[in-house]
Nanobody, 122 residues
Framework: QVQLVESGGGLVEAGGSLRLSCAAS????????MAWFRQAPGKEREFVSA???????YYADSKKGRFTISRDNAKNTVYLQLNSLKPEDTAVYYC????????????????WGQGTQVTVSS
């Protein structure tokens, strides 16, 4: 049974940083592309970033420069470093995984975590 468990969310002031983690189990992690999506209240879930099994990374245009995705295959964990946070970054952040190459659409991912709330105050 595949499980993805996010952690690291919280309340932070604008300009602050957070590091999100997603621990995976029940899959051969090193073979999976992993991604982060986010969903703000009343909005669609949107792609944030993805990382291939070999470490190639991809970002949504608006997230480049402030967010950094990384993975540790030995720990079956993917991370998302959030810097220079803005109130508009407030959302539930979800980890997702798919076997094979990365994708930027939610439909492409078979496995999802329960999400972690990030709230940025102004």
């Amino acid at each position: 049974q595949v499980q993805l468990v996010e952690s690291g969310g919280g309340l932070v002031e604008a300009g602050g940083s957070l590091r999100l983690s997603c621990a995976a189990s029940g899959l051969t992690f090193s073979m999976y592309a992993m991604a982060w999506f986010r969903q703000a209240p009343g909005k669609e879930r949107e792609f944030v970033s993805a990382i291939r099994s070999g470490g190639y990374t991809y970002y949504a245009d608006s997230k480049k420069g402030r967010f950094t995705i990384s993975r540790d295959n030995a720990k079956n964990t993917v991370y998302l470093q959030l810097n220079s946070l803005k109130p508009e970054d407030t959302a539930v952040y979800y980890c997702a995984g798919r076997n094979g190459n990365f994708a930027t659409t939610r439909e492409a991912y078979a496995y999802w975590g329960q999400g972690t709330q990030v709230t940025v105050s102004s």
